[in-house]
């Protein structure tokens, strides 16, 4: 009998069910292509934001969360947020109440994917972001509330500090304890997967108690590898060094050679995964992972694209390597090596969606569905 792999998904917003329909049976075939038929996929549905919303009157059920919590994983569609106003985003609620304070965007180029740079082939990052700290947590008020004005007249009265009445507030928290943890898992992987270099990126010039105080304790986590880790240039050892956020944004196209692992705090690390993201064709084609000590979620970098929703247009790359990437966390790579390898083909061979074919010469766009379709092909 075939040993069932559970797997709690949420589909999401938007795009969230064209992209599901596209990828989920990429999974399945791979596993069971994989494991020669001794495995299979038990999916079970779980429901998150503006869906789970209108299907129970919540936006966060106790049974997603209790189900996630019991599989130890999960894979998840993007879910929309309102801007300005509403409720606040379930993305990153999800990621505060599981403690996934490591987030992984690998940005590979593979042959196929059209860049806007000369030689992409030297694009191969993986952006680390903190994922529960910074301005990200969303301490903050608006402008005219009675918090706000009572923390701008405390800011006055007690910290010499005059701000016009009609500002709003938010508070970026960044800890010792927090990036510590962050840094010295990113430092483990990079020892572990024999990585080449690993960047601070900060704006520590300026917000010198947060930023600053980030690149501080990372180097003083580096600093406990000395076997591993070097601060000149000692052959054979990890490189670590920083870089000012802004700067990095001009290294990343410029010299992409010249860095491997990106070590961010929450809000560069975001900023950052798009433009990265866009060397090497976009939104499309970045997956991701939410990572902590107990529990792992994984999604695409990209949001719930809404102006696409239902027709069968949006690209579903960044998904399925997404799932390539969760194979790999449970201890199946070869389910991941398989989807990977059966989605370069794929993108090699010229099929792509309209996001990548516009970016092509002469290329006509499938279908999302169609994409799908032919990944399941080459498996
Ligand atoms: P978005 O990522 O949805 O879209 C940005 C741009 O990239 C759009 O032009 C879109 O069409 C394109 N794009 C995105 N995914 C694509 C794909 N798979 N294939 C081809 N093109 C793709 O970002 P946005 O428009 O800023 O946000 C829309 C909503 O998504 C917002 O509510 C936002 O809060 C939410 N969001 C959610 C997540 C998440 O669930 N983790 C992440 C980012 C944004």
Redesign the pocket.
């Known amino acids: 009998m075939k040993e069932k792999i559970t797997i709690p998904y949420i589909v999401?917003?938007?795009?969230g069910e064209d992209?599901w329909n596209a990828s989920h049976e990429i999974f399945e075939e791979a596993v069971q292509k994989a494991t020669k038929g001794e495995k299979g996929i038990e999916w079970v549905e779980l429901h998150a934001g503006q869906k789970a919303l209108d299907v129970t009157g919540e936006l966060l059920p106790e049974k997603t969360i209790k189900t996630i919590e019991e599989y130890k994983v999960a894979i998840?569609?993007?879910?929309?947020?309102?801007?300005g106003g509403g409720f606040r985003?379930i993305?990153v609620y999800l990621r505060q109440i599981f403690d996934l304070y490591v987030c992984m965007r690998p940005v590979r180029y593979f042959n196929g994917l059209p860049s806007p740079m000369k030689t992409p082939e030297k694009v191969n990052f993986i952006v680390f972001r903190e994922n529960t700290e910074d301005l990200y947590r969303g301490i903050e008020w608006k402008e005219g509330t009675p918090e706000a004005q009572s923390l701008i007249q405390f800011l006055k009265d007690t910290m010499k500090t005059d701000l016009p009445e009609s500002t709003g507030l938010g508070i970026k928290p960044i800890s010792r304890a927090g990036t510590v943890r962050f840094a010295r898992w990113v430092i483990d992987y990079a020892i572990k997967n024999k990585r080449r270099s690993v960047t601070v990126v900060h704006k520590g010039n300026i917000m010198k108690y947060t930023e600053g105080a980030f690149k501080e304790y990372a180097y003083e986590v580096a600093k406990g590898f000395p076997e591993e880790i070097t601060f000149d240039a000692d052959k054979g050892k990890i490189v670590f060094n920083d870089r000012i956020a802004d700067n990095m944004f001009m290294q990343i196209i410029l010299r992409p050679d010249e860095y491997d692992i990106l070590l961010c705090p929450n809000l560069n690390g975001d900023y950052l995964s798009d433009a990265c993201a866009a060397l090497i064709g976009?939104?499309?084609v970045a997956p991701g992972a939410n990572i902590g000590d107990r529990i792992a979620v994984f999604?695409?970098?990209?949001?719930?694209?809404?102006?696409?929703a239902g027709k069968d247009v949006?690209?579903?790359?960044?998904?399925i390597l997404s799932g390539a990437m969760l194979f790999h966390h449970i201890g199946l790579p070869g389910v991941s090596a398989l989807i990977e390898k059966a989605v370069e083909k794929t993108i090699g061979d010229g099929i792509v969606?309209?996001?990548l074919a516009r970016q092509l010469a002469n290329v006509t766009p499938v279908k999302c569905s169609e994409f799908g379709k032919q990944v399941v092909k080459v498996l």
């Not at 999401?12 to 795009?15: L, R």
């Not at 998840?76 to 801007?83: A, N, R």
């Open positions: 999401g917003d938007g795009t992209i998840k569609g993007p879910l929309t947020t309102p801007v985003s993305n976009g939104l499309g999604e695409p970098t990209h949001g719930s694209a809404p102006k696409y949006i690209n579903p790359t960044s998904f969606t309209y996001d």
